[in-house]
């Protein structure tokens, strides 16, 4: 699974975008809050200004009035005034800056979020085949939340220390031009630290972010089988394939912090050393020639910590910066991946009227490489039942997603009432057709809820004859609340009869012209089956009907019976005359008569 998730996180469209072009699409973001960015800046710039001036008004008092001891009160009462004034005022600007930061960063990360949920809403099936769910629910949640990170702190911070910065050197060059001359020295070295921490931890960052991807994916498939986890007695396995993957992640989570320890704090604690050792060295050596004024050497040491911390704090940032642009990487790959749904072709709005289809030499392929179908030919006339049979793998469920456009038709065409698939809206498919899946999915929420989907076009009386038509009225007119009753996660309240009554009613409310069964009796109890049966009669009545049969005894009387072997119709007819031929059909009949 590991293996598989790497493969698909390295062909994914993420690791061919650009660092410089991932940066332009976060700036991009920001275009739509380009007056409130000016704002915080400017409440930033003001507050870093009133913060590189404290110490020259320290430096003003400790030259002018303590050393020669000249305690003039008005003078030093101004000064005062001032340092205060500006330690407020530094601390206010700073709360007001990063509160609209805050702000911002909010906003793009709820933008992108839903920019990248939407993205994913229209992507086709094809890509969900291949992606883990687990590594989605990374992209959107956690990569997000790091890109959120990025505005909040690094870019506030990245901004905040520049401009800090060249306002200490422009203070140093005010009060020693020579001194601040010899700090310049120290840049090209700080810059080769950055660039080297840049360097390092980028790669570790990428492997980070995977090893959290493929933890995700483990734990989403954990919970989501956990029954059968449990009834196979595979705990013991799956907790080492997560501890495996636990492991790894922890591993490299540890060289990222190797990395931060060595070269985003050791390594400028040392080029401080060396600036500090510079500083008292030219005090020093000025002492011998004549005095030295302390308070320039009070203020140069206080610039020089106030220089350094944002340094370190800047490469502090880089280690966020970098998971940011690498979470970035991955969810713009994800907005930017191109296996759409397929699409409708041309501006004509055709309606579906009579349900008649047709499959004309379909052939199909879900990796381009192997057919799952070859050469398909029929026709189900209005109102007819054709059911699809055969052993798994032989195309059965294919024919029905293709029909439903969940991928798309590349060799040959299918077409309703005459006009190909491709020329209908969506809204008239999904409105027209109806799909029964053999696994009933149940949203959380209430019955109500999940017949009607967000369709304010169904009435509650719709809903009520929706399910009194599939017969699941008996059921849900014992429930507490009744159509408002809570359904849990999955509707794992409900028996598997009932929560295919409750799909049964959810696609009936729609009215559909073509009804499409994918083995919709598989996974019924015994229970509900007679009431089942005599609902999925009532749903054909009038309409073309799809079916996939797991059982024959339940397409007996259709109008015609397709038999698939290895993608290909190898026998077709009604059951009496495929029993006549004493084929495939004939053999599975009589297997299953066998088996009871």
Known sequence: MAKEAIILEQGMTTEKISRKRTVRRLAGYTKKHAGLLVFSFSMLLIATIADVLNPIIMKTFIDDHLMPRSFELNSILVLAILYFVLLVSSSLFNYIQLLFFQKIAVRIIHQIRIDTFSRVQK????????????????????????????????LSTFVQNIVMLTGIIIAMFYLNPKLALLYLIFLPLIFILIRTYQYFSSRVFHLARQK???????????????TIIQAMRQEKRFRESFGKTNNELYHATLKQVKINALLARSAVDIVYL?????????????????????????AFINYLERFFEPINMVMARIGQFQQAIVASERVFGLIDEDQLAPATIGDEQPKIEQG????RNVTFSYDGKVDVLKNINFTANPGET??????TGSGKSSISNLLMRFYPVVQGEILI??????????DELRHRLGLVLQDAFLFSGDINHNIRLYNEEITDLEIKDAVRFVQADKFVERLPHKYSNPIGERGSTFSSGERQLLSFARTMALNPKILVLDEATANIDSETEEAIQLALRRMREGRTTIAIAHRLSTIFDADLILVLHKGQIVERGTHQELLKLKGRYYNMYNLQLKNG
Request: proline share 1%; net charge negative; no cysteine.
């Open 274 to 298: 060396l600036a500090l050792a510079l500083i008292l060295g030219f005090f020093g050596i000025r002492s011998f020639e004549s005095p030295i004024e302390i308070g320039v050497l009070y």
């Open 212 to 226: 959290l991807s493929q933890l995700n994916t483990k734990l989403n498939e954990s919970l989501q089988g956990m």
């Open 417 to 426: 009432d005459g006009v190909n698939l491709n020329y209908y809206q969506e």
């Open 356 to 359: 008649l289809i047709e499959f």
């Open 386 to 391: 054709v059911a699809l049979v055969g052993h």
């Open 123 to 154: 992507l086709g099936l094809a890509f969900f085949d291949r992606t883990a769910g687990g590594s989605l629910i990374s992209r959107i949640t956690n990569d997000t939340e790091a890109i959120k990170e990025l505005y909040i702190t690094v």
